[in-house]
């Protein structure tokens, strides 16, 4: 006999009804794994012949235990339930809130500039070179805008479903600027103003150089955290040197979209 067979054989009513902890449940499992005494013992319980061990008083004295176990279980799983209840809740309206937000305050920026222009398509042409009316046209890219005046090239890029970062708005001329550089007006949304202005100039084809600045809605600079002292200096220097070409493109922005006034 083993030296725990009494403290387990206490337990083994409690085992034998499922009301026992689960530290005491692993102490008998274990126990039973190696005492074939105890095991005869447990298998009795269902047995007649063991009824001295295992009476129907002492089953009515469990029934109590029984009962407050099945409580606790069931409030266990109760607030199991509601706590991913709670869980999915808040995601659901964490989730909503977002889609609200991007709709409104994201796509809906881009879309304004995009009202009253046709998504990149292809169209069906005659053998003279003359759309035909009657085809309807086939979207190339659902996301994308692009026209032109005489002058120059509007570009309007809608970003993609709960993407904040890959909206475009462009502009730039379609003629040759000279001396081999090009200057391109991107909008953008900022984060102390409803928009801003991003000018990239590629200064040199050949060494592929380009310089970059930003400006506000009343076109004041605007710096990078990052960006230090000497940078900063050459982004004014930039700005001076090409600031008749950049002042012709924001105001052929504002022509074309009054939401810039």
Same mark, same amino acid.
């Given at each position: 006999m083993n030296e725990n067979c009494g403290v387990v054989g206490d337990l083994l009513p409690l085992y034998h009804d499922g009301v026992c902890s689960e530290e005491s449940r692993k102490l008998v499992e274990d126990h039973l794994s190696h005492c074939q005494?105890?095991?005869a013992v447990l298998d009795g319980f269902d047995d007649d012949r063991n009824s001295e061990l295992w009476s129907e008083?002492?089953?009515d004295d469990l029934k109590p235990l029984k009962k407050?176990?099945?409580?606790? &279980?069931? =409030?266990k799983r109760k607030a199991?339930?509601?706590g991913v209840g709670i869980t999915l809740g808040v995601m659901t309206v964490l989730f909503g809130a977002y889609n609200i937000w991007w709709y409104t305050q994201c796509l809906g920026f881009y879309q304004q500039f995009a009202l009253g222009h046709e998504l990149l398509s292809m169209y069906a042409y005659d053998e003279n070179g003359n759309r035909i009316p009657d085809v309807k046209p086939v979207v190339i890219n659902d996301?994308?805008?692009?026209?032109?005046?005489?002058t120059y090239q509007y570009e309007v890029r809608l970003p993609e479903y709960l993407d904040h &970062?890959? =909206?475009?708005v462009s502009v730039k001329r379609l003629?040759?600027?000279?001396d081999g550089y090009s200057i391109r007006l991107y909008i953008e949304r900022g984060s102390e103003h409803e928009y801003e202005y991003h000018v990239s100039i590629m200064v040199s084809r050949q060494e592929d150089m380009y310089e970059y600045f930003i400006l506000d809605p009343q076109l004041n600079q605007l710096y990078l955290e990052h960006?230090?002292?000497?940078?900063?200096?050459?982004?004014?220097e930039i700005f001076l040197e090409y600031q008749g070409e950049v002042m012709e493109l924001i105001e052929a922005a504002k022509a074309m979209w009054s939401c810039l006034e």
């Open positions: 005494r105890c095991r008083g002492q089953r407050i176990n099945q409580t606790v &279980r069931k =409030g199991a339930l509601i996301k994308l805008c692009c026209w032109e005046d005489e &970062r890959n =909206g475009q003629d040759n600027e000279p960006w230090d002292v000497e940078f900063i200096e050459r982004q004014n």
